[in-house]
């Protein structure tokens, strides 16, 4: 977790705020379309589980599991978890 933290206080303060912003604002929706490679969509369940669903269905042949009772960082409150499923993910994909 302490790894993580101090990653994040390295990304400089105008960057985190565009990236944030970009990913509120900015409508990918057409692009998903375009994917064309296996995809596992791992998601904690919220308020905004309609919107991975939305992308799971946009997404040809992606996976989508959503995990119940995590936060945002859902590879460290179930990390165990999270690392089994994207292990299976990629021994079905060839990985």
């Known amino acids: 977790m302490q790894g993580l933290i101090e990653a994040a206080l390295r990304t400089p303060a105008n960057s985190?705020?565009?990236?944030?912003?970009?990913?509120?604002?900015?409508?990918?929706?057409?692009?998903?379309?375009?994917?064309?490679r296996p995809t596992l969509i791992v998601a904690a369940a919220g308020?905004?589980?309609?919107?991975?669903?939305?992308?799971?269905?946009?997404?040809?042949?992606?996976?989508?599991?959503?995990?119940?009772?995590?936060?945002?960082?859902l590879f460290v409150d179930e990390a165990d978890q999270f690392n089994s499923l994207l292990e299976e993910f990629l021994k079905r994909v060839g990985g």
């Not at 905004?48 to 959503?66: K, N, P, T, W």
Request: proline share 2%.
């Open 47 to 73: 308020p905004l589980i309609e919107a991975f669903r939305d992308m799971q269905r946009r997404i040809r042949g992606s996976r989508l599991v959503v995990v119940q009772e995590v936060g945002h960082a």
């Open 16 to 36: 985190a705020f565009t990236l944030g912003t970009a990913s509120v604002l900015t409508d990918n929706r057409a692009a998903l379309a375009k994917i064309d």
